[in-house]
């Protein structure tokens, strides 16, 4: 099957005229973003973030979920999440909360941005000790976090982009934590991508659809 990316000025009717009877023939897959739920995965300073800020910019009002805790012996990443703070419009709520499964099921109808989904991860395997633990006895306890949060994003009314890390196109982590922690995130990217609308993929601060 063949798939092409078209563009066409607004003012040529021909050309429109003649994707529309081509679009009746195959399956038209838009390339914008629409309301609903939709994940934007990338990777390290992939624009992944500053993307999924740019899909509410016209809401007066948006709902930021922070996953990220600061600690005071690292400056560094304090740094970091001001540059995200400073980006902010100052009509944009945050909230820094771990229980993202319950922010989307509030009865609001405030656009919901969720940043991100791997850092999430990672505090939720420290609170079940995924880390020192035998496997058998963390397992229940995360998967019973990702299923709460798979079925909230799945039953959500609300307009949400959810932000994650794809970590799994480099190399093997060298130590069993990281291999760990790579796998289960590949995991959870993959539930929550089939749960939500749409997917994408942002590389070089250029998002593009996937579904």
Known sequence: MAEYRVEI?????????????????????PLTRGRGTALVLGGARSGKSS?????????????????????????????RVETHRSRRPAGWRTVETLDVAGTLREDDDTPLLVD?????LARVLDDVDAWNSPEEQWRPALASHV???????????????????????????????????????GRLNARIAAACDELWLCVGGVARRWR
């Open 116 to 120: 991100c989904l791997a850092l999430w």
């Open 9 to 29: 000025p607004e003012d040529d009717e021909l050309a429109a005229a003649l994707l529309a009877a081509l679009a009746r023939r195959g399956t038209v897959q």
């Open 51 to 79: 993307w999924a800020e740019s899909q509410f910019v016209d809401r007066e009002s948006v709902l930021y979920v922070a996953t990220s805790l600061v600690p005071e012996d690292d400056p560094e990443w304090a740094g």
């Open 147 to 185: 299923d709460e949060l798979v079925a909230a994003v799945q039953d959500t009314v609300r307009d949400v982009v959810l932000v994650s890390n794809e970590v799994g196109s480099g190399v093997v982590p060298g130590t069993p934590s990281g291999r760990l922690y790579r796998d289960e995130l």
